[in-house]
Antibody, heavy 118, light 109 residues
Framework: EVQLVQSGAEVKKPGESLRISCKGS????????ISWVRQMPGKGLEWMGR????????NYSPSFQGHVTISADKSISTAYLQWSSLKASDTAMYYC???????????WGQGTLVTVSS | EIVLTQSPGTLSLSPGERATLSCRAS???????LAWYQQKPGQAPRLLIY???SRATGIPDRFSGSGSGTDFTLTISRLEPEDFAVYYC??????????FGPGTKVDIK
């Protein structure tokens, strides 16, 4: 069974760093890109960027370029999303999703809620 | 970057009625790499339709997708109580921007 399991909810202060994770199982992790998607409270879905776990090549949405870093460790089938300095506006639910070439984002993680507050 | 527009923003219907949701792209979506997702409160999105018209595994046949180029439609033939949710379209063919539309909320009239 394909699964993407994300790390738990986080509460951080502005200026702190954070890394959240997404562990894939039940499939060949290096065969599918992983994307990260942001959903701010009460808002829609925003594609942030993606990584090819086979070579760690990344692409970012212009809206998120330079604000977050996406990485992966294929040895443990895990992708990461990290911030070096959080802002209150980073408060959101973050989802990882597996992207297939023809079928879109077919599996999603359960989401990680990040709350940034002083 | 391809921009997706969805209409209407909210659709108020009764169970048993037909729902027609629209998604328009700012430029042609390559190879009909257009997907539809359903999201219920507190849940992750779920893939409904890919390739503009193919149902994902386990999706009931009351859900259908159509369209090509820049205009796409999701139709729910007869709304069931569990279908009241937010629906997003997404293009996933134009790397790097796998953009989503703003969503259509289908609520109970």
């Amino acid at each position: 069974e394909v699964q993407l399991v994300q790390s738990g909810a986080e509460v951080k202060k502005p200026g702190e760093s954070l890394r959240i994770s997404c562990k894939g199982s039940g499939y060949s992790f290096t065969s599918y890109w992983i994307s990260w998607v942001r959903q701010m409270p009460g808002k829609g879905l925003e594609w942030m960027g993606r990584i090819d776990p086979s070579d760690s090549y990344t692409n970012y949405s212009p809206s998120f370029q330079g604000h977050v870093t996406i990485s992966a460790d294929k040895s443990i089938s895990t992708a990461y999303l990290q911030w070096s300095s959080l802002k209150a506006s980073d408060t959101a639910m973050y989802y990882c999703a597996r992207r297939t070439v023809t079928r879109g984002f077919d599996y999603w993680g359960q989401g990680t809620l990040v709350t940034v507050s002083s | 970057e391809i921009v997706l527009t969805q209409s209407p923003g909210t659709l108020s219907l009764s169970p048993g009625e037909r729902a027609t949701l629209s998604c328009r792209a700012s430029q042609s979506v390559s190879s009909s790499y257009l997907a539809w997702y359903q999201q219920k409160p507190g849940q992750a999105p779920r893939l409904l339709i890919y390739g503009a018209s193919s149902r994902a595994t386990g999706i009931p046949d009351r859900f259908s997708g159509s369209g090509s180029g820049t205009d796409f439609t999701l139709t729910i033939s007869r709304l069931e109580p569990e279908d009241f949710a937010v629906y997003y379209c997404q293009q996933y063919g134009s790397s790097p921007g796998f953009t989503f539309g703003p969503g259509t909320k289908v609520d109970i009239k």
